[in-house]
């Protein structure tokens, strides 16, 4: 932990942090990234999984960010195949308004334009039902289809962690900034403290980068920041034969008609979202409400009703807190900006805001400001590749092509080592899910796993994609992973003991209660 010549401290191991570090090894700068927790802990391990444009924003008429959503969802499917795939989207059309749907086709055409595409979108009801079967057919007048896409948003953090590794750049989990350093009336470093070992050190840096998104105003010894309004988004995940969908199906809700999706994923499916006031304060996980969890099931109801789709049908729940910038009207949430805002003072740049999809271009907008606090340095701050180029790692004879597509979008260049690990059987999937059980072997032995739920939540998605968080299955997960931690039967036990309770109270259906929702 001894440090005392880095360019650059990044407190914060999201996605945003994640993009930072990477963005200024590119560039020259020594670079630590620190993470109080594990990566990807908070929002990023909890957003709905789009890599999306924003077809809201363009609504809104917030035409920047709907170009730079574009722009970067574009580089992110070019550059990341594997881990972020395109996803078609299906919205239903009931009759109920001829302006509002010109509108959206309208959106849609600039959307296209945007993307330097040209589709077709709007199908009759007969061409939309073939599409997406198990909608309401009552009233069904057609529907209209567009691209997006989607991801796993904690292994696209640990991708771009290691990507910065790659070039010299060091990320530590589990490391918590105590407070700032300051001399000579500018912050000059910070006091870390590793919990692994109770170790406490100072690190000198010449610009300290708050990168802690809703967190942003905990860090002892900062000066003022923004206002932030911390907005929660929660989800459900159902077995993908419950509710079978080769297309996201995107619904405006029955009772207040915000949008609502249903999309497949890592081989479930994916309902959200809610955007409601997170009152509960941000030291625990957030969690989704009964209000909540009805809110949704209401909307897979009324637009399924065929499947007659039931509270047991929901395999976890999750709940992920948006860092979103305070207008100070308190007015509806969703309409608050996604924007993204930098900040500083001497020795010491802040960033928050902003959304998954853009974590590039939020990244270089954080190093323009840091720029001014580095005398001497100049560098290229137009974006380059998302990612470096791979070749395709070399599986046994039969694997499929998707499966090393797979594992190099979410390993990179240490896909083929994970591979080569793989023991008997470890390379079929786990059922289910997309994952095979070789991922655990090698998150287990290489990816800085300090806690089950590590493993299970972020470093593969086992907890959210399996009734109980795979409470059956841990006994093969153990015999697998407990030789790779070096862990004790005890320590095993303690940690297989605090996962399935941490699983109970934040992960698993809430119970029912006379709560109302207030959007």
């Given at each position: 932990?001894?440090?005392?010549?880095?360019?650059?401290?990044?407190?914060?191991?999201?996605?945003?942090?994640?993009?930072?570090?990477?963005?200024?090894?590119?560039?020259?700068?020594?670079?630590?990234?620190?993470?109080?927790?594990?990566?990807?802990?908070?929002?990023?391990?909890?957003?709905?999984?789009?890599?999306?444009?924003?077809?809201?924003?363009?609504?809104?008429?917030?035409?920047?960010?709907?170009?730079?959503?574009?722009?970067?969802?574009?580089?992110?499917?070019?550059?990341?195949?594997?881990?972020?795939?395109?996803?078609?989207?299906?919205?239903?059309?009931?009759?109920?308004?001829?302006?509002?749907?010109?509108?959206?086709?309208?959106?849609?055409?600039?959307?296209?334009?945007?993307?330097?595409?040209?589709?077709?979108?709007?199908?009759?009801?007969?061409?939309?039902?073939?599409?997406?079967?198990?909608?309401?057919?009552?009233?069904?007048?057609?529907?209209?289809?567009?691209?997006?896409?989607?991801?796993?948003?904690?292994?696209?953090?640990?991708?771009?962690?290691?990507?910065?590794?790659?070039?010299?750049?060091?990320?530590?989990?589990?490391?918590?900034?105590?407070?700032?350093?300051?001399?000579?009336?500018?912050?000059?470093?910070?006091?870390?403290?590793?919990?692994?070992?109770?170790?406490?050190?100072?690190?000198?840096?010449?610009v300290v980068v708050n990168a802690t998104g809703a967190w942003a105003g905990g860090i002892a010894g900062q000066g003022g920041a923004p206002r932030l309004r911390p907005l929660r988004g929660s989800h459900l995940v159902l077995q993908a034969w419950r509710l079978p969908l080769a297309q996201a199906v995107s619904l405006m809700h029955p009772v207040d008609g915000r949008p609502v999706f249903a999309f497949p994923w890592e081989g479930v499916t994916l309902v959200g979202t809610t955007d409601v006031d997170h009152g509960e304060g941000l030291a625990v996980e957030a969690k989704v409400t009964r209000a909540e969890f009805d809110y949704l099931m209401a909307a897979l109801r009324a637009q399924f009703p065929q499947l007659q789709l039931q509270d047991g049908d929901v395999l976890a729940t999750y709940a992920g807190v948006r860092p979103v910038l305070d207008s100070g009207t308190r007015g509806d949430p969703s309409r608050e900006t996604r924007e993204h805002l930098v900040w500083d003072e001497p020795g010491l740049v802040a960033v928050t805001g902003g959304k998954l999809t853009t974590f590039r271009a939020i990244a270089l907008d954080t190093l323009r400001i840091v720029a001014r606090q580095l005398p001497g340095w100049q560098a290229d701050l137009a974006p380059g590749p998302v990612f470096a180029p791979l070749a395709l790692p070399r599986g046994p004879r039969g694997l499929p092509h998707g499966v090393l597509q797979r594992l190099a979008g979410r390993h990179g260049r240490h896909a083929q080592a994970l591979l080569d690990a793989a023991q008997d059987g470890e390379l079929e999937t786990i059922p289910g899910t997309l994952t095979p059980w070789a991922e655990l072997r090698w998150a287990a032995r290489s990816e800085a796993v300090l806690r089950l739920e590590d493993l299970l939540l972020r470093r593969t998605r086992l907890g959210i994609q399996l009734r109980a968080g795979g409470q059956t299955l841990l006994p093969r997960i153990r015999a697998i992973c407990q030789p790779e931690l070096g862990w004790s039967d005890a320590r095993w036990e303690a940690e297989q003991a605090a996962y399935l309770g941490l699983w109970q109270a934040h992960y698993s259906l809430p119970c029912t209660g006379t709560e109302h929702l207030h959007a």
């Open positions: 932990m001894k440090h005392d010549d880095l360019d650059i401290l990044v407190i914060g191991g999201g996605i945003t942090g994640a993009g930072i570090l990477l963005e200024a090894a590119r560039r020259g700068l020594k670079a630590l990234l620190v993470e109080q927790r594990d990566f990807a802990w908070g929002t990023s391990s909890r957003s709905s999984k789009l890599v999306h444009g924003g077809l809201r924003y363009l609504a809104e008429g917030r035409l920047r960010l709907t170009r730079e959503s574009v722009r970067e969802r574009e580089a992110l499917l070019r550059d990341a195949p594997g881990l972020v795939e395109a996803q078609g989207f299906a919205f239903p059309d009931y009759g109920n308004s001829a302006r509002k749907r010109r509108s959206f086709l309208a959106g849609l055409a600039l959307y296209d334009a945007m993307a330097g595409r040209r589709e077709a979108h709007w199908l009759d009801a007969e061409a939309f039902r073939m599409l997406a079967p198990n909608i309401r057919h009552q009233g069904l007048t057609g529907g209209i289809r567009y691209l997006d896409a989607k991801t796993d948003d904690a292994r696209l953090v640990l991708r771009v962690l290691d990507e910065a590794r790659s070039i010299g750049a060091e990320a530590r989990n589990y490391v918590a900034v105590e407070h700032l350093l300051r001399e000579g009336g500018r912050v000059s470093g910070a006091l870390l403290r590793d919990a692994r070992s109770g170790a406490a050190g100072e690190v000198s840096a010449r």
